[in-house]
């Protein structure tokens, strides 16, 4: 008797490991069956969660708080780089400090690197000194000026093309699509689960770009200011013009000149706003421009840092909505 209960109790033992090496290997099963997928700022995150739905875990970099331009890297984001399947990001320059960590050898051969920008067609593509040519086509002194302001303050570097592709819905779409077709590389078996869920959020972005349409095309005959060079790829898709840029290279000095250049041309060109992201609502320079040429303030977000709300699937719609709203009330 007694050994039959020494026996029974090492059979109890015996099944009570085996169980939990099978959930542990089960566990580790799961965990190891998703792909992880890191994207660099907010736009590229909700498209990403677009496509990937459930079959991927989705992880952003940026906080929300600081944008990719200005972005400086950590030894803990390079780890935490270096452990994703795949990292996706806009690439044409506009995150410069995953370009030098792959540069400089720093980025592990097996992370996957999708570059959205420059996978997109070149003609899609605007390039950089189309959109600033026009603006200087107005003011040959003024350029002579900012080339000077840009030899001591010229911290961004540029690439040929204008980065800002994801303020245009419709190439939103395209990313998506680019996103699914390499999740699907990764995880052939969900390829059909990829596909589904980016056609599905892809419809979103159509009805978007309706809703843009639709709201834009009654204000089309005013134009506006834009505190920085964001809007071109959004501009041309919906037809409306930016008069011109406070600063023609970000985070430098506005020169006198170029300012009352701005101001001269207010009633010739309709201008109506002056529209900033918030984090500029106060600069004093755009509270004196708008006093002095009778301009409304507008909050105009480029999506690179995030608003009040969570950062998940639909915030690139919110964030678009919201300059919808904001063009709609100050160019009617
Ligand atoms: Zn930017």
């Not at 780089?81 to 690439?91: E, K, R, T, V």
């Not at 419709?170 to 680019?178: F, P, S, V």
């Not at 985070?251 to 701005?262: F, G």
Request: charged content about 30%; glycine content about 6%; hydrophobic content about 40%.
């Amino acid at each position: 008797m007694i050994l039959f209960i020494k026996e029974m109790k090492s059979w109890k033992r015996f099944w009570i490991s085996a169980l939990s090496v099978g959930i542990g290997l089960s566990v580790f099963a799961t965990y190891a069956e998703e792909i992880s997928v890191i994207t660099t700022f907010v736009p590229v995150y909700s498209w990403a969660k677009g496509a990937a739905g459930e079959s991927a875990n989705v992880e952003n970099l940026l906080d929300g708080a600081v944008g990719p331009h200005e972005f400086q890297l950590t030894p803990g984001n390079v780890r935490k780089l270096n452990s994703a399947d795949l990292i996706i990001c806009i690439g044409l320059d506009l995150e410069p400090w995953l370009e030098a960590m792959e540069a400089q050898g720093a980025l592990k051969k097996e992370v996957k690197l999708l570059k959205l920008g420059e996978k997109l067609d070149k003609d899609e593509l605007i390039k950089y000194c189309e959109s600033i040519e026009e603006e200087h086509a107005h003011s040959g002194e003024a350029e002579a000026q900012n080339d000077r302001e840009e030899d001591h303050s010229h911290t961004h570097s540029h690439g040929e093309y204008d980065p800002h592709i994801w303020l245009d819905p419709i190439l939103a779409q395209k990313c998506t699509e680019l996103i699914a077709e390499e999740l699907g590389l990764l995880r052939p078996e969900k390829n059909d689960n990829f596909k589904k869920n980016a056609q599905e959020y892809c419809k979103r972005l159509e009805a978007l770009d309706k809703e843009l349409q639709e709201g834009l095309k009654n204000v089309k005959d005013k134009s506006f200011y834009t505190m920085h060079n964001a809007f071109a790829y959004f501009n041309k898709r919906y037809g409306l013009k930016c008069a011109g840029v406070l600063q023609e290279v970000p985070d430098t000095n506005v020169s006198p000149r170029h300012l009352s250049e701005l101001l001269k041309k207010i009633e010739s060109e309709r201008v109506s706003a002056i529209l900033v992201p918030s984090a500029d609502e106060r600069n004093r320079m755009v509270r004196q421009m708008a006093r002095d040429g009778g301009l409304e303030i507008g909050i105009l977000e480029t999506l690179e840092t995030l608003d009040d709300g969570a950062l998940n699937v639909e915030a690139y719609e919110r964030m678009i909505r919201s300059n919808l709203k904001v063009l709609q009330r100050v160019l009617q």
